[in-house]
């Protein structure tokens, strides 16, 4: 019995010294990361904007992360960014060592469609997101419209790429509840393939991000008067067009001004990074913390002012806020949104 009581002491006491040296022993962030190689995925091919923020975005991440890790990038293309996303929930180390740069609808299709209800947008951990898009409604120089108004009494074809993309899901939504009168032409391979259409007279307009109008092909475009930008398409107004009117301004219509909030609401998020669920909270705040100031460094800042490309960051925390309001949706603007994402 005696015996028993000591073997009991003797194991509380270890315990006990186990837990009071855990701490001191365990690594840090900085240790952890010293040294290792943290993998960035980019759920978009090479080329595109994602890629091109993803890639000029990872040395100066890099740089912010205690320890300084090799950071490596990787891209894993396919589903609207949903490859990537179920590969960062479900396969991915869950150690700090693999951030995804994924798409903004990946925060509300496993909402609405069902082969996308495998990932949960609530269950990974964003960091943060570097810019926020704006979509404008842009109209070849010979198409028969001069005004936002025109868009709503006169038709005009315009091309988009595949049916859940922004660039069709946007005039749909706009065709069937602000009465804008698009022939939306859907199936181009990318946007360069919807810009030759435009050159080549099949379609006479397109959707289009205020950061390509800028940056992009389109920009010699709008530098040479061969293109009008009648509308923007977006959670807030850009400043670079302050006279063009946001889509926003044509309905007083409460149940309709839900419905657009819900599709644009994710544009605020641009380019949003994540990492995978059970990360430990003390990397995951590092990381975030790398990325706020990444995102704020005057060299990545010049890099991306030499292509015109805005920068606009928001918070990891801001990004879980946005989702947090697209899962509280009333059932009914759900209903509508899976209605356009449904080919009929």
Same mark, same amino acid.
């Given at each position: 019995?005696?015996?028993?009581?000591?073997?009991?002491?003797?194991?509380?006491a270890?315990?006990l010294?186990l837990?009071?040296?855990?701490?001191?022993?365990?690594?840090?962030v900085?240790?952890?990361?010293?040294?290792n190689t943290v993998?960035?995925?980019?759920?978009?091919?090479?080329?595109?904007?994602?890629?091109?923020?993803?890639?000029q975005?990872?040395?100066?991440?890099?740089?912010h992360?205690?320890?300084?890790?090799q950071v490596i990038v990787?891209?894993?293309?396919?589903?609207?960014?949903?490859?990537?996303?179920?590969?960062?929930?479900?396969n991915?180390?869950r150690?700090?060592?693999?951030?995804a740069?994924?798409?903004?609808?990946?925060?509300?299709?496993?909402?609405v469609?069902?082969?996308?209800?495998a990932?949960d947008?609530?269950a990974?951990s964003?960091?943060?997101?570097l810019?926020?898009?704006?979509y404008?409604?842009i109209?070849?120089?010979?198409?028969?419209?001069?005004?936002?108004?025109d868009?709503?009494t006169?038709?005009?074809?315009?091309?988009?790429?595949?049916?859940?993309?922004?660039?069709r899901t946007?005039?749909?939504?706009?065709?069937?509840?602000f009465?804008?009168?698009f022939q939306?032409?859907?199936?181009?391979?990318?946007?360069?393939?919807?810009?030759?259409?435009?050159?080549?007279?099949?379609?006479?307009?397109?959707m289009?991000?205020?950061?390509?109008?800028?940056?992009?092909?389109?920009?010699?475009? %709008?530098?040479?008067?061969?293109?009008?930008?009648?509308?923007? @398409? *977006?959670?807030e #107004?850009?400043?670079?067009? +302050?006279? /063009? $009117?946001?889509i926003t301004?044509?309905s007083?219509?409460p149940?309709? %001004?839900?419905?657009?909030d819900?599709?644009?609401?994710?544009l @605020? *998020?641009?380019? #949003?990074?994540?990492?995978? +669920?059970? /990360? $430990?909270?003390?990397?995951?705040?590092?990381?975030?913390?790398a990325?706020?100031?990444?995102?704020?460094?005057?060299?990545?800042?010049? @890099?991306?002012?030499?292509?015109?490309?805005l920068?606009?960051?928001?918070?990891?925390?801001?990004?879980e806020a946005i989702?947090d309001d697209?899962?509280a949706?009333?059932?009914?603007?759900?209903?509508?949104?899976?209605?356009?994402?449904?080919?009929?």
């Amino acid at each position: 019995m005696v015996r028993l009581d000591l073997n009991r002491r003797a194991v509380m006491a270890l315990g006990l010294a186990l837990a009071a040296a855990g701490p001191a022993a365990a690594q840090t962030v900085e240790e952890f990361y010293a040294g290792n190689t943290v993998t960035l995925i980019i759920s978009a091919a090479p080329g595109g904007a994602s890629d091109f923020f993803g890639r000029q975005f990872a040395p100066f991440l890099a740089r912010h992360i205690p320890g300084q890790p090799q950071v490596i990038v990787e891209n894993l293309p396919g589903a609207s960014g949903m490859t990537a996303a179920l590969q960062l929930q479900d396969n991915a180390p869950r150690d700090g060592t693999v951030i995804a740069l994924l798409q903004r609808n990946n925060f509300y299709l496993p909402l609405v469609l069902e082969e996308n209800a495998a990932f949960d947008p609530q269950a990974v951990s964003w960091i943060g997101s570097l810019n926020k898009e704006n979509y404008t409604v842009i109209a070849w120089q010979d198409a028969p419209v001069e005004t936002a108004d025109d868009l709503f009494t006169t038709p005009i074809t315009i091309g988009a790429t595949s049916f859940a993309n922004e660039n069709r899901t946007f005039p749909a939504m706009m065709n069937e509840y602000f009465g804008t009168q698009f022939q939306i032409i859907a199936g181009y391979e990318g946007n360069e393939e919807v810009g030759l259409a435009m050159e080549r007279g099949e379609v006479q307009g397109r959707m289009q991000t205020v950061n390509s109008l800028l940056a992009g092909s389109e920009a010699a475009w %709008l530098q040479e008067g061969q293109i009008k930008v009648l509308m923007q @398409v *977006a959670a807030e #107004p850009s400043p670079d067009f +302050p006279d /063009v $009117p946001m889509i926003t301004d044509f309905s007083d219509d409460p149940e309709v %001004l839900a419905l657009a909030d819900f599709f644009l609401k994710p544009l @605020v *998020a641009g380019r #949003p990074f994540a990492v995978p +669920p059970e /990360v $430990p909270e003390d990397r995951v705040e590092a990381l975030r913390a790398a990325f706020d100031a990444a995102a704020a460094d005057p060299e990545f800042l010049a @890099v991306m002012e030499e292509s015109n490309s805005l920068v606009e960051p928001i918070t990891g925390a801001e990004i879980e806020a946005i989702i947090d309001d697209l899962y509280a949706t009333p059932p009914e603007v759900l209903e509508k949104v899976t209605a356009l994402l449904t080919p009929q």
